[in-house]
């Protein structure tokens, strides 16, 4: 593979979970459009990302609850059975229209992955990172787990150790699931202390490390964790392929989580991880703010291909930053000019605290 590929799909142009849902915004229809607008996304690197046939999802999920998900979308209505069963029809997983076409077309693109980094080489898929599935339920907001897929995938095609880091604000309760016992798989996960689902408490194995940090995590904090905890613990394990979840909901503007990063250092992990194995397969996550989402991750393309991000996005660009709405949120209400001329944020710094240094110090 000469260069890096994009994984994406129309799909996510034109579903949404509904009118106040969280994933309501557009997210991956921006990184598509600001990537084609900045000259990034040419059509030989853009691969349009499969949707999944139902049996293929059973390699983890449970053959029940993959009917029910199918069901549910051809009804446009679950029973109480159902609802109790599997969490489907509920706030955070409602039902609406493309309720398995979507996350089946995510999950077909994790899946997709893997096949093409057989030999080694990039992709990213900012639709995939949907980290809180389990076989037999869905889970804040995801419905199926394609970074359980893809790693799955990975190993199918001659990754024999991965690697998974997760950098989004939660935690990824249903990968700890399929991963925590196995041995050819690390997880390393920097979350949100406290933030739900609420589990990934402060501990390590030799291949399972879960790091719960404190509001307000600044620059400088995930400068010192990614350097003193993720490459470390990666050059230990000597993985065959790395599965990034970059999630953006660690960003300051982010309106679930309580974080205070910049986009920029997301961007700093993704560099630093280039190149630490054959394989490195990124994926988006959570992001409910969709000018800080789509910023960050065109960002994460460009840093992939090693492009230099302008100090003011092209016109082309500035035009689908500002024809972006967040309709019933206050910091929709009077957007910041920079969310419409820019992709970086200024970096946020700030000192290092002391319980930073001590949680990792128990690592």
Partial sequence: MERPLFIGSDIYRGSSY?????????????????????????GDVYVPSPRVKPHA???????????????????????????????????????????????ATAAGG?????ELLRDGGIVYHPAGGTHHGMPDRAGGFC??????????????????RVAYIDIDAHHPDGVEVAFATDPDVLMISVHEDGLWPRTGALGATDTLINLPVPRGLNDDEMA?????????????????????????????????????????????????????????????????NPWSVGRLWTGIWATLNSHTIPDRVTPEAE????????????????????????????????????DIRSRLSQL
């Fill in 18 to 42: 509904g009118t106040w849902h969280p994933l309501r915004v557009p997210r991956v229809s921006t990184v598509i459009d600001l990537s084609r607008a900045m000259g990034w996304l040419p």
């Fill in 57 to 103: 999802l059973t390699i983890w999920h449970t053959p029940e609850y993959v009917a029910a998900l199918h069901a549910a979308e051809a009804a446009q209505e679950v029973s109480d059975a159902v609802r109790a069963r599997h969490a489907l029809g509920t706030p955070n997983n409602p039902v609406f229209p493309e309720m398995y076409r979507r996350p």
């Fill in 110 to 114: 994790s899946l997709l992955a893997g």
């Fill in 143 to 160: 419905y199926l787990n394609d970074p359980v897929l893809a790693i799955l995938s990975l190993r199918r095609n001659r990754a024999a």
């Fill in 224 to 288: 010192l964790i990614r350097d003193d905890l993720i490459l470390p613990r990666l050059a230990a394990f000597r993985p065959d392929a790395i599965v990034l979840q970059c999630g953006a909901d660690g960003v300051e503007e982010d309106p679930q989580a309580h974080l205070s990063l910049s986009n920029q250092a997301h961007w700093h992990i993704a560099r630093a991880l280039t190149g630490m194995a054959p394989r490195l397969l990124v994926l988006g996550g959570g992001g409910y």
């Fill in 319 to 354: 035009a689908v930053l500002r024809a972006l709405r967040f309709d019933g949120n206050r910091r929709g209400k009077n957007p910041p000019d920079h969310w419409f001329t820019t992709l970086a944020d200024t970096a946020r710094t700030g000192p290092i605290r002391d």
